[in-house]
């Protein structure tokens, strides 16, 4: 059975096996991270291992990728093995509290899509249910975990559903984490935000910058603003 691999500009990703597939929220989240200052990056939850791709193309750092879920660690190792950057890119088949609690590296940038769906119906497929749901990495685990392993002055960023917003910034404040920057992410014009991309470092900002982004217009087709946020990556961009 032949299998349709994701091609981008400088990479190409196969999802099949993953508990988490290429989807618009990692391209957004991957597009809108700004990773040129930093040398250490960790992905937590890589799945396909597409975030991690997207920072090696952006950067020149090294960066360890992690997920709980073997084959998915798997097929993120094969898709690192044949890129142009598999030198400088890590998977570890391992849990984020396993890795806090059994390694001492610290890192400049983290970033996550997480699992979010702590209360909404689960699949029959257990390997999605670990990629979508927080059994197995509570919001609270995250952010603590976070705390001990991200340097200084680093960055940590999320990809959240809009109705977390509150809940995730709580969190993050009870682990001396403050929202920086944020975007919120509307499907189509007149609609609410769906998704909220969130930069959180331990500085407390002046202000806390929002910006908007639409991503399709009425007729369906990609916005400006979405084409330009992506464009280092889509091919038809």
Not at 184 to 204: A, C, E
Request: glycine share 4%; net charge negative; aromatic share 10%.
């Amino acid at each position: 059975m032949t299998t349709m691999a994701f091609r981008f500009k400088q990479f190409i990703v196969e999802d099949d096996r993953s508990s988490m597939r290429v989807g618009t929220d990692a391209v957004l989240l991957g597009s809108w991270i700004n990773p040129e200052n930093a040398s250490e990056i960790l992905d937590i939850g890589t799945g396909c291992g597409i975030l991690a791709l997207m920072m090696a193309q952006k950067s020149p750092a090294y960066i360890t990728a992690i997920d709980i879920d073997e084959v998915s660690a798997n097929q993120a190792s094969l898709n690192f093995q044949q890129s142009i950057w598999d030198k400088r890119l890590k998977i570890l088949h391992l849990s984020f509290q396993d890795f806090v609690k059994h390694h001492q590296d610290q890192f400049d940038l983290i970033l996550t899509n997480p699992p979010w769906f702590s209360n909404s119906l689960k699949s029959p497929r257990n390997i999605r249910n670990i990629a979508r749901h927080d059994d197995h990495l509570k919001p609270r685990d995250l952010f603590e975990g976070v705390k001990k392993i991200l340097r200084g002055n680093g960055e940590f960023y999320i990809i959240i559903p809009a109705d977390d917003q509150s809940s995730i910034v709580e969190i993050a404040g009870e682990n001396n984490l403050f929202l920086n920057r944020q975007m919120m992410v509307i499907p189509k014009p007149g609609r609410k935000p769906k998704r909220i991309l969130m930069d959180f470092t331990f500085s407390s900002p002046d202000h806390i910058i929002t910006e908007e982004m639409i991503i399709r217009r009425e007729d369906n087709s990609f916005t400006n603003e979405y084409r330009k946020l992506t464009g280092d990556y889509y091919l038809e961009f």
